[in-house]
T-cell receptor, first 115, second 118 residues
Framework: AQTVTQSQPEMSVQEAETVTLSCTYD???????LFWYKQPPSRQMILVIR??????QNATENRFSVNFQKAAKSFSLKISDSQLGDAAMYFC????????????FGTGTRLQVFP | GAGVSQTPSNKVTEKGKYVELRCDPI?????LYWYRQSLGQGPEFLIY????????DSGLPNDRFFAVRPEGSVSTLKIQRTERGDSAVYLC????????????????FGQGTRLTVV
């Protein structure tokens, strides 16, 4: 069974600085997708970034980028120029490329941003 | 509507009672998902609908949980004989198609229903 592990329950960063959130996963599959979701206090999960496992190039979305290490099964999220609005829970998630539609989530990392 | 809508936002019920949680997906989205998020945890998959049919209900914890989507749009998650352990945030999401389908990039989540069983 696939698992997703986020080993940092909490992280903090100064405004305008850079922070990296860690995620590792376990799978025997070669075709899959990885995601980072942000969950503010409103509870709504918001997609931050998506990575297809078959793509070697790391995904980027403005200030957000990932370091995808397929062999190491690592998928970290880097937030550059952190803003107060980035404060939230961040969840790493995995979905198999096979005929399934289950997102498997990690336990989350709470990010605090200090002015 | 513009996004996924879930009602009620909060629900408090007594142990043993029956509850229904409603999800209005984004118009035109054929795929609909229910997840359960317990305190301090990530969401856990419950059930996935493609159109009107439940394509995968392997995450439903027991036969007290049931979900329907009779017209392929609104879905209702039904919980019978509620227990204190059912207390959690229930999240609904929808997407244009299967999340691994070409052209489908994400599932859009609602704000969830916080269920408290006392």
């Amino acid at each position: 069974a696939q698992t997703v592990t986020q080993s940092q329950p909490e992280m903090s960063v100064q405004e305008a600085e850079t922070v990296t959130l860690s995620c590792t996963y376990d799978t025997s599959e070669s075709d899959y997708y990885l995601f980072w979701y942000k969950q503010p206090p409103s509870r709504q999960m918001i997609l931050v970034i998506r990575q297809e496992a078959y793509k070697q190039q790391n995904a980027t979305e403005n200030r957000f980028s990932v370091n995808f290490q397929k062999a190491a099964k690592s998928f970290s999220l880097k937030i550059s120029d952190s803003q107060l609005g980035d404060a939230a829970m961040y969840f790493c998630a995995y979905i198999s490329g096979r005929n399934t539609d289950k997102l498997i989530f990690g336990t989350g990392t709470r990010l605090q941003v200090f002015p | 509507g513009a996004g996924v809508s879930q009602t009620p936002s909060n629900k408090v019920t007594e142990k043993g009672k029956y509850v229904e949680l409603r999800c209005d997906p984004i118009s035109g989205h054929t795929a609909l998902y229910w997840y359960r998020q317990s305190l301090g945890q990530g969401p856990e998959f419950l059930i996935y609908f493609q159109g009107t049919g439940a394509a995968d209900d392997s995450g439903l914890p027991n036969d007290r949980f049931f979900a329907v989507r009779p017209e392929g749009s609104v879905s209702t998650l039904k919980i019978q004989r509620t227990e204190r352990g059912d207390s959690a945030v229930y999240l609904c999401a929808s997407s244009l198609g299967r999340m691994t389908q070409t052209g489908v990039t994400e599932a859009f989540f609602g704000q969830g229903t916080r269920l408290t069983v006392v």
